[in-house]
């Protein structure tokens, strides 16, 4: 079935009552611990079976109730640096969401525990509060989101994101029986809650830096998600008749075996496990206390010895490097005589965090206590993980549960060396690049006809082509200023991974239209090699490259791509090389232009250089935006156009028309259509140029004419702004008479990108070109937008594709009504 989460708009939840302690207006200075972990979140889900009355109602109450206790909780990250990082205690609230859904608690288990790890993931989205920025938490946002969502039977799920920052697992655990046993209606909390502990900030900074290391250290490549059950069969084989390990010990160490067995060649090279260890009692902290206590704790071996010892030897080995945490931490000294590049490569270091006993099993809101704790998985710069024992009915039949992220993709490089004096230089990024210079791009493409040996004949194709684009396979650098941000032309090459699917094509995209949009992105995200939540970093290749095979002999090729490396264009133009190179063509038609003097000389203002900036990635929305997959119909494109009108031009028309009416309350008041514009012809760039060459231009009106007057007057809008574009370019003046609030707010901007005519669809590896062309949507404080005419085979007589997240949740339902009357 198609599960349906149906989210009330966000609420603040804040302490129940004035707190009159001295602290609680003060400030809660970070610890050692805790400063590494500053911005990171953590989500948690908990599975409750039984009912209680007004779920919803009762844990907000007993969430209002909690914050009188726990009342760092409710302020907000401040300190300008990572010295000073701490908690003001401003009593602000937390962020709260009511939700219902369309199936029982047990219908949502069955239908996770029956996808894939990534599509599992998405359903587990809908389920929590996903509003915090990709970038991590920052000083304006709440430390905690949580949202309930009840179900058909009467049961619910309790989803909570927080700020690592603020609490660990083990102190968002004891908060989180606090909140339940306020909600059964306790006069006050089991465990008196402490937030500051001098003990803790008198640590030296070593060991503690060792979590942040192994958490968020090195990046390999892209980790493949797991989710697995190790059986009781095999935890209990490996413990014996009379247990001397405990199950964590007997799963750290199955895991730690299988994974060596697959990824380390030199049985005497060392393989090194890294456990996360809650350090309360070896750091004496008062009971009670909620923030970081955790650190790492390695063991050590050889990789022969894991691979095919005796299995009680690993075990030892783990145990013996807990039993010596009071003396590591004593010292200061987590990793012992390892080296650091033993540390950071991908082989040789496992990281296992056990949510064994951390106490989320033990919360109970008057129903019982949950029946399962689930989490979810954002890679972005973590090493090889596990996250094992996660609590569930069941564990002693059936076995441990596991999330594991453990396997890379490989690296494709040119063909042959490059020669050109340029080859081993680097590439300047130009004013038009450099706003762009660490963001993800995503194409997917998806081709019907079969051709022979996919994934061989792209990836020949694709190392041809980096001959001739060289600067692809190189990374992104910089020197001392801004200004100095370039490709290093390395030829270190492009990440590549060759997948398969157990469904055709045509299943594919039923699947993925019969979704709600955030659900098909995560079905869309199983086809793409995806990419750190922070965006590119100076060591990431420029593309990443997936080719997946389906069962009926159609294929996808999935592409992100550093934004700062190629505009839209300039990477539909690589494509294209890619197919002439993959169908045997000997070189390419267009010759590639990365480095043009005219674009590098352009002497233009700030106002003109960061406008894409700062439409694409400027101010952050009020709330989440909802993300929609619309299709304007062709009757209706048919209806505005004539011999004088675009496509385009109709279908921005349309969308702006729709989302004036839903959010500009003021007829008086003047609303902006920001558009993207391909500039080649107006800066006069060399053919073949496939660097940026992108910039915004205003369309400007009343937004009483949008919404209700003539429909071919808002298409003149949007003309006259095109046809402003060499002036305004000439000018450097793109915002015209407009302020900076009247071009930053929610209300009155929408911005509308059009992928027709880009290039994706001209894309052809041997079989044909295009059938549909795709992309994702990651909102990190991406403004009110649309992409819009998205080619598929189809849109002559049905429409155009839009895929849309320009309305907050409490629009959504008017602005669809809107499209549907189109």
């Not at 859904?101 to 525990?113: E, F, P, S």
């Not at 990281?351 to 972005?380: H, K, P």
């Amino acid at each position: 079935m198609c599960i349906v989460v149906t989210k009330s708009p966000p609420e603040i939840v804040r302490p129940s009552e004035p707190v009159t302690t001295t602290a609680a207006t003060g400030k809660i200075i970070f610890s050692p611990f805790d400063k590494p972990l500053a911005t990171v979140p953590v989500v948690v889900l908990q599975v409750f079976e039984h009912p209680i009355h007004e779920p919803v109602e009762t844990i907000r109450r007993g969430l209002s109730q909690a914050l009188v206790h726990y009342y760092p909780l409710a302020g907000r990250l401040a300190g300008d640096d990572y010295d000073d990082v701490h908690i003001d205690c401003t009593g602000e609230g937390v962020t709260f969401v009511a939700a219902s859904a369309n199936c029982t608690v047990k219908q949502l288990m069955r239908d996770i525990d029956g996808r894939l790890p990534d599509p599992s993931t998405a359903v587990q989205r809908e389920l929590i509060v996903d509003d915090n920025p990709a970038y991590g938490f920052g000083r304006a946002d709440p430390l905690i989101l949580m949202q309930v969502t009840t179900f058909t039977c009467g049961g619910f799920v309790v989803g909570v994101t927080w700020n690592h920052g603020a609490a660990d697992g083990f102190g968002i655990a004891q908060f989180l029986q606090a909140v339940g046993e306020l909600a059964r209606g306790l006069p006050t909390t089991s465990v008196i809650p402490v937030r500051s502990d001098k003990s803790l900030q008198a640590m030296s900074s070593s060991t503690v830096m060792a979590a942040k290391q192994f958490m968020f250290g090195v990046k390999p490549t892209t980790l493949a998600l797991h989710s697995i059950t190790i059986p009781a069969r095999v935890i209990n084989g490996v413990r014996g008749p009379t247990p001397t390990c405990t199950v964590f010990e007997a799963v750290a160490a199955v895991m730690w075996r299988c994974r060596t067995r697959v990824v380390m060649s030199d049985p005497d090279a060392p393989t090194v496990l890294a456990i996360t260890v809650n350090t309360r009692r070896y750091m004496g902290v008062e009971d009670g206390y909620y923030g970081n206590c955790a650190t790492v704790q390695m063991a050590v071996a050889r990789s022969g010895v894991v691979a095919d010892g005796d299995m009680m030897e690993v075990v030892r080995t783990i145990r013996r490097a807990k039993e010596e945490i009071p003396e590591r931490l004593k010292k200061g000294d987590a990793i012992a005589e390892l080296s650091k590049g033993q540390l950071g490569g991908y082989e040789s270091v496992l990281l296992v965090t056990c949510w064994r006993n951390i106490g989320f099993e033990a919360v109970d809101f008057g129903g019982g206590r949950t029946a399962r704790v689930m989490t979810t998985y954002e890679q972005s710069g973590v090493r090889p993980l596990c996250v094992v024992c996660l609590p569930w009915q069941g564990e002693e039949e059936e076995g441990a549960r596991v999330l594991s992220g453990c396997s890379p993709p490989q690296i494709v490089r040119p063909s042959e060396p490059v020669t050109t004096a340029a080859a081993n230089g680097k590439i300047i990024l130009s004013p038009l690049d450099r706003p762009f210079a660490i963001l993800p791009e995503v194409v997917l493409q998806v081709f019907e006809h079969p051709i022979h040996e996919p994934v061989e004949t792209i990836r020949r194709g694709l190392s041809r082509a980096l001959l001739h684009y060289y600067p692809l396979a190189g990374h992104l650098a910089a020197g001392e200023g801004n200004d100095d941000v370039h490709i290093d032309c390395t030829g270190e090459g492009v990440t590549f991974v060759a997948a398969s699917a157990n469904c055709t094509i045509k299943q594919l995209m039923l699947d993925i239209d019969g979704r709600s949009p955030d659900a098909a992105t995560a079905v869309q995200r199983e086809l793409i090699v995806d990419y750190p939540a922070n965006g590119f970093g100076r060591a990431d290749p420029l593309v990443l490259m997936q080719v997946t095979a389906f069962a009926c002999g159609g294929f996808v090729v999935g592409v992100t791509w550093n934004h700062g490396a190629a505009d839209g264009f300039g990477i539909a133009q690589f494509l294209q090389a890619v197919g002439e190179l993959a169908r045997g063509l000997p070189t390419t038609s267009v010759i590639p232009v990365r480095c043009d003097e005219s674009i590098q000389a352009m002497s233009l203002p700030p106002s003109l250089l960061m406008v894409a900036k700062q439409f694409m990635y400027g101010a952050k929305p009020p709330t989440k935006l909802a993300l929609h997959s619309i299709t304007i119909p062709s009757r209706m494109i048919n209806g505005i156009r004539g011999p004088s009108c675009t496509v385009f031009e109709a279908v921005a028309a349309a969308l702006w028309r729709c989302r004036t009416r839903v959010v500009m309350s003021d007829p008086d008041a003047p609303t902006v259509l920001a558009i993207t514009v391909n500039s080649r012809k107006y800066i006069g760039v060399k053919d073949g140029y496939y660097g940026n060459c992108i910039t915004a231009h205003m369309a400007v009106a009343r937004s009483g004419a949008v919404a209700g007057g003539d429909m071919m007057e808002v298409v003149r809008a949007i003309r006259r702004a095109k046809e402003e574009i060499p002036e305004r370019l000439k000018k450097g003046d793109v915002i015209g008479d407009l302020t900076t609030e009247q071009v930053t707010g929610y209300e009155g901007v929408l911005l509308v990108t059009c992928w027709r005519n880009i290039g994706f669809e001209a894309v052809d590896f041997g079989g044909g070109r295009t059938a549909r062309v795709m992309t994702t949507y990651e909102q990190s404080g991406v403004r009110p937008m649309c992409v819009v005419c998205l080619p598929w085979q189809g849109e002559e007589d049905e429409g155009a594709r839009v895929l849309s997240s320009c309305v907050t949740a409490h629009h959504a339902d008017a602005f669809l009504r809107e499209i549907a009357t189109l």
